[in-house]
Nanobody, 125 residues
Framework: QVQLVESGGGLVQTGGSLRLSCAAS????????MGWFRQAPGKEREFVAG????????MYAESVQGRFTISRDNAKNTVYLQMNSLKPEETAVYYC??????????????????WGQGTQVTISS
């Protein structure tokens, strides 16, 4: 059974940094696209960043472009999200997601087959 386990969330001040990690286990294959989404209270889950197996041309939500960096280690089936210059409005539960096969869209939730349980990120003002 495939499991995604996130870590690295926590409380940080405005302008601070956090690095999220997500380790995938239970699969006998390298996951295709891996990504990060977030969901704030009362809002829909939204795309943050995604990366293909080749790790070329990662995609970011416009709101995080230039501040967040997604990376992956295929040998470990692990994806990371380095978050810098964090803002209070980015307080949310951050979810890791992985696709079992190629799908065209990186930003769509429906492109991902597996989800982690989420890790809370809180940015204080």
């Amino acid at each position: 059974q495939v499991q995604l386990v996130e870590s690295g969330g926590g409380l940080v001040q405005t302008g601070g940094s956090l690095r999220l990690s997500c380790a995938a286990s239970g699969g006998t294959f390298t996951f295709n696209t891996m990504g990060w989404f977030r969901q704030a209270p009362g809002k829909e889950r939204e795309f943050v960043a995604g990366i293909r197996p080749s790790a070329t041309n990662p995609m970011y939500a416009e709101s995080v472009q230039g501040r967040f960096t997604i990376s992956r280690d295929n040998a470990k089936n692990t994806v990371y999200l380095q978050m810098n210059s964090l803002k209070p409005e980015e307080t949310a539960v951050y979810y890791c997601a992985a696709a079992g096969r190629f799908r065209y869209s990186i930003v769509s939730r429906s492109s991902y087959d597996y989800w982690g349980q989420g890790t809370q990120v809180t940015i204080s003002s």
